[in-house]
């Protein structure tokens, strides 16, 4: 850490100051406390005012896109589905949501998982689905569906609140913590869950408390046309270009043009760095 504490106050009393040199060094002093800018910040006394937070995280939006962009690779070169998903959700979170105090994904997956396992009498896809809709309660976010938090699944996990793709990778994540190789389907307009093969396939509506429903059900009421969605199984590249697409639109609702355009970078630098093949 290179910030000096006793700066501070007068650092935030140049927040408002438009001059660029007086921005840049503002920005300079800010970034030279690293990870700990957040605890420092609450230490102070008195502590920013809610003005001030979020003048200082738009002031560090620039550094913090740059270090989102550098690492949102991360999970390109991984094999396995859940690992990709876990690792560019823990990504998201950090960057939607970048204070220091954020719990990490994996203890809370890891915490859901172990009391499931510890009150189940038996570990299938309908118990946990029973498990995480209703006596846990997770719901879909009905009244701020488009809040770009519901693309944060450390913001799920913490409310119980989600869209149906954030809801169903839950799903997944717990899932595949105790043993459960839940996929997701790319179902258009509403994302599912699916388990099992063939004529024991099952759909589960994550946004609607865990319902389960049939390839025929969803058939009679969308129609042959989403026979081919329901089996195809959700790679790791669909699912989060649909999350970045959600990001997109849920920026573009709150009037965040600038956000949004850069969520849609980000899908675009997705999609062409996947379309490259691997390097040996």
């Not at 998201?92 to 009391?115: F, H, I, K, T, V």
């Not at 042959?224 to 089996?231: F, I, K, T």
């Amino acid at each position: 850490m290179n910030g000096n504490v006793k700066n501070l106050p007068y650092v935030l009393e140049l927040l408002d100051d438009d001059t660029p040199v007086v921005r840049d060094a503002v920005r300079a002093e800010l970034l030279g406390f690293g990870d700990t800018l957040d605890e420092v910040l609450k230490g102070l006394n008195p502590p920013p005012s809610p003005d001030q937070r979020e003048q200082i995280r738009q002031l560090l939006l620039p550094i913090r896109r740059q270090r989102f962009e550098e690492q949102w690779s991360a999970w390109y070169g991984l094999d396995d589905l859940y690992d990709q998903l876990e690792t560019a959700y823990q990504l998201m979170a950090e960057y939607l949501e970048p204070d220091s105090g954020q719990p990490r994904l994996a203890p809370l997956l890891d915490r859901l998982a172990g009391e499931y396992r510890e009150q189940a009498d038996a570990i299938n896809v309908r118990t946990l689905s029973g498990f995480l809709f209703h006596q846990k309660a997770f719901r879909g976010a009905h009244i701020d569906y488009y809040s770009p938090e519901n693309s944060n699944l450390v913001h799920v996990l913490q409310t119980r609140r989600g869209i149906p793709l954030s809801l169903t990778c839950l799903l997944m994540l717990v899932g595949k913590r105790v043993g459960l190789a839940i996929q997701g389907c790319n179902f258009p307009g509403h994302f599912l869950a699916r388990s099992g093969h063939g004529r024991d396939r099952l759909f589960i509506d994550c946004f609607d408390r865990g319902k389960f429903l049939s390839e025929v059900d969803l058939i009679h009421a969308h129609g042959e046309a989403v026979r081919e969605s329901l089996r195809s199984e959700a790679t790791a590249k669909v699912i989060l270009e649909r999350m970045l697409r959600n990001l997109v639109q849920a920026f573009r609702k709150r009037g965040h043009e600038d956000q949004a355009d850069f969520m849609m970078h980000m899908l675009e630098a997705t999609r062409e760095a996947l379309i490259r093949p691997r390097q040996p």
